[in-house]
């Protein structure tokens, strides 16, 4: 699975920006996961946003809950991530991710492929 990931940019604080990740596979298909990871300056790379295995449910961390807002549009094997409200503190590369859809949970131990990298900067 190859994934390209693009949108980020420079936006003010309580700014808003969407990412996208073009897969090459289908993102309606149920073996695989789809989710995004960031990485902070300095910091480890952390989870932020998945779907569940039936990809009917997401999942977020805490500190993005209620904030961003993981979609897909399957008829472009398209994953976004849509950021809102957001802080200096999500500055970060974000990373589009997939995982086999196994039992496993959606970590960076367990994932099989990942993007390139987007850059986000959030200005205060």
């Known amino acids: 699975v190859q994934l390209q990931a693009s949108g980020g940019g420079l936006v003010q604080a309580g700014g808003s920006l969407r990412l996208s990740c073009a897969a090459s596979?289908?993102?309606?298909?149920?073996?695989?996961?789809f989710g995004w990871f960031r990485q902070a300056p300095g910091k480890g790379r952390e989870f932020v946003a998945s779907?569940?295995?039936?990809?009917?449910?997401?999942s977020y961390s805490g500190s993005v809950k209620g904030r961003f807002a993981i979609s897909k549009e399957n008829d472009k094997n398209t994953v976004y991530l849509q950021m809102n409200s957001l802080k200096p503190e999500d500055t970060a590369v974000y990373y589009c991710?997939?995982?086999?859809?196994?039992?496993?949970?959606?970590?960076?131990?367990?994932?099989?492929?990942w993007g390139q990298g987007t850059l986000v900067t959030v200005s205060s």
């Open positions: 991710a997939a995982k086999r859809s196994t039992s496993s949970s959606f970590e960076e131990a367990n994932i099989g492929f």
């Open positions: 596979t289908r993102t309606s298909s149920y073996y695989y996961v």
């Open positions: 779907f569940t295995r039936d990809g009917r449910r997401t």
